[in-house]
């Protein structure tokens, strides 16, 4: 089986998405914020990664390599918004992570950031430390990249990692400006890929 090749994930891969997400993020500003604590951070992480995958599942989908090196999580159009119910579901597992109250906070509120008109929404994007600077990242991307241009869609996110904008850009994106995830906290960049 070539492990490059990229494929729609299913629940039964929860685990494995939400480690290399833990593993990808690890040094991530915003993450680094939510969990101070470098020693505990990768598996409160992981623990955070894994419950929000699950409550969120039925609005999601994920592309992964075979071996999870590196996945993309994804909200169809309208489907970003956290339901109530979710809500409730994230910030009780994610205070059982351990996250810091206030980065918690700071992401539910992103929300607020989304445009107006209908979007994709690149939730999450990670490759694994090991496998950085390989191409995989793009390869995640591709499938919905390649949808959103053939429905005429825009795709919407944010990054927490200036180191990250020229990847962004070499697809697409552009940075639409610079803010503050939260008081004390690092900034954030929510960029937009228009459908070509």
């Given amino acids: 089986m070539d492990l490059d090749t990229t494929r729609r994930a299913d629940r039964s891969d929860i685990p494995a998405v939400a480690t290399s ?13 939510a969990w ?15 419950s929000q995958l699950h409550a969120l599942w039925d609005r999601r989908e994920v592309h ?11 909200a169809r159009p309208d489907e970003w918004q956290i339901p109530p119910r979710a809500v409730l579901r994230v910030a009780a597992a994610s205070f059982r992570a351990r996250v810091r109250a206030k980065a918690l906070l700071a992401y539910l509120k992103t929300d607020a950031l989304h445009p107006g008109e209908p979007h994709w ?18 390869r995640v991307l591709a499938p919905v990249l ?8 825009p795709v919407w996110t944010w990054s927490s990692n200036r180191n990250n904008l020229a990847f962004y850009h070499r697809h697409g994106f552009e940075v639409l400006e610079e ?4 008081a004390g906290g690092p900034p954030i960049f929510p960029i937009r890929r228009a459908p070509r």
Wanted: proline share 6%.
């Fill in 36 to 50: 101070p604590d470098s020693r505990r951070r990768f598996r409160r992480s992981e623990r955070h990664f894994a």
């Fill in 146 to 153: 390649a949808r959103a241009d053939e429905e005429g869609i």
């Fill in 121 to 138: 929404y690149l939730e999450f994007l990670g490759t694994i430390p090991e496998k950085q600077g390989k191409g995989l990242g793009a």
């Fill in 21 to 33: 997400l833990a593993a990808a993020f690890y040094d991530d500003p915003v993450v680094s914020f």
């Fill in 64 to 74: 992964a390599l075979h071996d999870h090196s590196s996945v993309a999580v994804w």
């Fill in 179 to 182: 803010r503050p995830f939260a």
